[in-house]
Structures are given as C-alpha cells and as structure tokens.
C-alpha cells in the first residue's frame, strides 16, 4: 500500500461483511475530498480485520470527512464501530460503543 499521509480513521466491519479495496478507497476519497488517499486492511487476532483510512497530514474538514465515512458506509448497509477523530488526525475510541 502506498500510504498517503496519516491514518485519519479506522473500523471494523460486523463479522462475515467486507468491502473491496478499489470501492472503499473510492468512498474514503469522496469522504476526505482529495485523491491523495490510501487504505488498508490488517487482520487481527480472531480473524478480525481493521480498516485504516489514511489521508495528508492538512485534511480541509476532517470532522466532515468522518461524518461523510460514517454516512456511506450506513447507507451501504455495513454494520460498524469506528474510532473518531480528534484534531491532530489521532483517532480515539469510539464512544458509542459504550
């Protein structure tokens, strides 16, 4: 993977769901509104996988960006929990898996 900048947000999908490299790149770069994106997908342990969406460091909205991710993915039909955004592009815990 050629990895453009900081990794903006990561996710996991429900088990047995997945998306296509081309497609989730396509959504992450309408999100970030900017081509110079990446994405990439680790395997953990239990064969669980973690999307990370990456991004240059000077996003021009990243919370934006985040919601518009979120959007996608939901109307996708994907059932997920993602990290948020804090304003360095660190992600944090998603709160509302509480």
């Not at 240059?56 to 991710?69: D, F, G, H, V």
Request: glycine letters at 10%.
């Amino acid at each position: 993977m050629e990895q453009a900048g900081i990794r903006w947000l990561s996710f996991r999908l429900r088990n047995g769901q997945s998306i296509a490299p081309g497609k989730l790149k396509e959504a992450w770069s309408n999100a970030a509104q900017t081509s110079r994106c990446a994405v990439k997908r680790d395997n953990v342990l239990g064969g669980a996988c973690v999307y990370g969406l990456y991004a240059p460091e000077r996003l021009a909205a990243p919370r934006s960006a985040e919601l518009r991710m979120r959007e996608f993915l939901s109307n996708e039909g994907y059932v997920f929990t993602m990290g948020t955004i804090r304003g360095d592009g660190a992600p944090l815990d998603d709160e509302a898996k509480k």
